[in-house]
């Protein structure tokens, strides 16, 4: 057992906090350059810098976020008036996460197919980002459908390494966030996702057993189970709501404190609806706390709105408070359609 464990379980219930989330803010290099590029927002370090500022200085942010996820050039870059972003953080009572998986590379003989590196060096950069403050991590798996995919090769690849990491995170003090993710790409159906999620989960939760991590300090981040973006036949809500909580019920024990859902490229509003019918209907039957670490579904619209102008920091700042209050309110089953015409005035 880890040392940590104490701990572990007390910084995996204060993620899970209810009515909040967790916000994904741990973009790398490249993924928040190729944001920055479509609003031509220089790609620079110091904007990047200047955004992430934007987004913890945000006035009462921790009214619905418990904690942020970081990337590694993040976590060491302070506000322009020079505080370090971690103690801006600690002060905000922002719980300190970090990314860090090194990226989702082509596995080997099996075209198409992602395995997600990270692992060699681990231990020392979770010592360091634990001295650094930082108390859960990420690593992000990417399980794509099509014909042929997934390949059991890259379940299990992919599945063992994430439970590597895990197993070093609980040793290390950092509770580990699990996170497959079954790409939304393609023109599957509601039905197909819930078959690949269903078999993903099940390799997961095996590998997770066999390296020893203990299931009650961890947090699951799946996507929902949902059809292809280019489905001729989407599913509705109450279908992703519905095989999404079937699933999770049939793989993720009881133990797991919680799940926190990615968007995974579905819109604001299917993104806040999906996790508001999940909590509204079911959460009476969910032995875990449900809730969102979104990245897009929270921030695009404030990032749409900065645009790298920085006179328009204090109204993307309403727009991405706006949106962790309503995400908040879904993990309570509260969300209303009434609560997104309350958007901010802006100046
Ligand atoms: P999205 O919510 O934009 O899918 O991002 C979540 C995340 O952390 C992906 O790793």
Redo the contacts with the bound molecule.
Sequence with gaps: MSSYAEELRATAQAMMAPGKGIL?M?ESHSTCNQRFEKLGIPTTEERRRAYRELILTTPKLSDFISGA?LYDETIRQSSQAGLPFTQMMQAAGLIIGI?VDTGAKDLAACAGEKVTEGLDGLRERIAEYYQMGARFA?W?AVITIGSQMPSLTCLEANAHALARYAALCQEGGLVPIV?P?VLIDGNHSIQRCDEVTDQTLQVVFSQLRLQKVALDQMVL?P?MVISGQDCAQPASVEQVAEFTVNCLRRNVPATVPGIA??????SNLQ?SQHLNLINAQYADRLPWRVT?????????TALEHWAGNDAQIPAAQQLLYHRAKLNGAASLGQYSAEMEQQQPVLA
């Design positions: 994904a741990d996820i990314k990420k992000r996170e993710e981040k996507s859902f990615l968007s995974g490229g579905q993104a969102f670490s979104y990245a897009r579904a929270i921030q695009q």
